[in-house]
C-alpha cells in the first residue's frame, strides 16, 4: 500500500467511533474525491484551531474575531437564569427547542477523577464571578448528565454556593431525569422541555 495512503489511514483510525473497515472506507472516499472537495477538506480542518475560540464570559464556542458568542452578547436573554451544560452540544440541544432565553455557562468536563479530570479543570471560577456580578433573584439549571461525574459536579457547585455566602442570592435547580435518552444532546424537544419543565430545587 502506498505511504500517503497507510499514513491516512492511520490518521483516521484515531478518530472516535471508527472501526477499522471505515477507516479504510473513508481514505478511499477521500483518494477517490475530487481535488476542490480535498481542498475544502483540508482547509476546514486547519480553520477548527484556527478560526474557532471560547466566549469569554460562557465558554462556548464563538468566531475567534468575536469576545462574546450570540447568546451572552444578545440584550433580550435573561442573565439572571444560567444552565450550566457540560458541553457545547448540549447548549446546541438544548437552543434547538427554540423556547428559552436564559444564558449559559459551559464547563467542558464534568468532575471525574479517575479520569484525572479534577475541579481545576472545569470553569467553575468564571462561573463564580458571573453570579458575584449579579443582583439576586438569580437562577442555576443544572443541565446534567446521569452519571456519577455529573453528580459530583453539581454537589460541588452547591456547596461551593454555599460556601461563597451566594445561597441566599442564587436558586439552584436541576432538570428532571426522565431524558429517555439518558444524555441531553441525544434528547429529542419534548423531552428537553418536559425536563426543563419539570425542573425541581437541588
Ligand atoms: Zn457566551
Partial sequence: MPEALK???????????????????????????????????ASSLKNIKTKVANC???HSLVDSSKELC????NSSRNKNQITIVEEYLDLITIEQVGIFDWVYHILWWAISPINWVFIWDLNFESLFERLFNLDENIEIILATNPNIEWEATATYIKEEIKKRWLNKRVKITRISRWISAGYIEYADNISIINSIKGRVEF
Fill in 7 to 41: 499514513q491516512l489511514i492511520n490518521i483516521i483510525s484515531l478518530l472516535p467511533w471508527i472501526w477499522e473497515k471505515s477507516a479504510n472506507r473513508l481514505a478511499f472516499f477521500l483518494l477517490n474525491s475530487n481535488e476542490n472537495y480535498i481542498e475544502n477538506f
Fill in 56 to 58: 469569554k464570559n460562557c
Fill in 70 to 73: 450570540n447568546i451572552c452578547s
